[in-house]
């Protein structure tokens, strides 16, 4: 929320309303290789995905996963894990499965990868990897600072703010935007794809005004 308030008026008037997240990478402390991967809280995310069973996250440490994971980690409803944190704390995390689900609605999430991760390796280098779990903000204020672990505040572009002139002056309005919240601090970041939208609608255009047609 504090990071919603960063981006100037002028910039979110152009912008769908922001979806705050958290997330965080996670490792549970017992198992001969546990896997590890990425604590996801998206405000709003189970109405943005399809819930296979059980039910959505609604206390800390709930977390949903997915069907991946319950095939190789052996998980199920009411399995438990407990995760380390990044700082010296005595306070692990322990966090209850309430449900399994697959991914929906893939604009809402911002290219977020939830799936597709998930895997674990044998031979003389094993290693394993988890699926994102899903889970509630409040086991992030709950816990100790996690490993990786970093808030957003992220939006799409209007669609009737999505013209040539627009997209090139909010692209604009974004690189002086970045320079400022950087300015706030060196760990705040505007990370936008749209720099690239912008340098190729530019490219195109100095093309454009290179190519002679032959009648």
């Known amino acids: 929320r504090d990071l919603q308030a960063l981006v100037p008026d002028d910039v979110a008037a152009r912008l769908e309303t922001p979806v705050l997240g958290r997330t965080a990478i996670v490792t549970?402390?017992?198992g001969?290789?546990?896997?590890?991967?990425?604590?996801?809280w998206r405000d709003g995310a189970c109405e943005h995905l399809r819930l296979l069973s059980g039910t959505c996250p609604a206390a800390p440490g709930e977390v949903l996963v997915s069907e991946a994971d319950v095939d190789n980690f052996g998980l199920s409803l009411g399995s438990t894990r407990t995760v380390g944190?990044?700082?010296?704390?005595?306070?692990?995390v322990r966090l209850e499965v309430v449900?399994?689900?697959?991914?929906?609605?893939?604009?809402w999430w911002h290219g977020q990868k939830l799936v597709g991760i998930s895997s674990a390796?044998?031979?003389t280098d094993p290693s394993a990897a988890h699926d994102a779990w899903l889970t509630t903000e409040e086991t992030f204020v709950e816990a100790p600072i996690?490993?990786?672990?970093?808030?957003?505040?992220?939006?799409?572009?209007?669609?009737?703010?999505?013209?040539?002139?627009?997209v090139l002056a909010l692209g604009e309005r974004l690189r002086v935007m970045a320079q400022d919240v950087?300015?706030?601090?060196?760990?705040?970041?505007?990370?936008?794809?749209?720099?690239?939208?912008?340098?190729?609608v530019r490219a195109q255009t100095r093309q454009a005004h290179r190519t002679v047609p032959l009648l």
């Open 28 to 30: 549970p402390v017992a």
């Open 32 to 40: 001969d290789v546990p896997p590890t991967g990425p604590l996801v």
């Open 85 to 92: 944190s990044a700082v010296d704390s005595p306070e692990d």
């Open 99 to 107: 449900g399994t689900y697959a991914p929906s609605d893939d604009e």
């Open 121 to 123: 390796f044998g031979g």
């Open 146 to 166: 996690l490993t990786g672990e970093t808030s957003q505040a992220g939006a799409l572009v209007r669609a009737d703010s999505a013209g040539v002139d627009d």
């Open 182 to 200: 950087r300015a706030e601090g060196e760990d705040l970041h505007v990370d936008s794809g749209l720099g690239a939208v912008t340098d190729d």
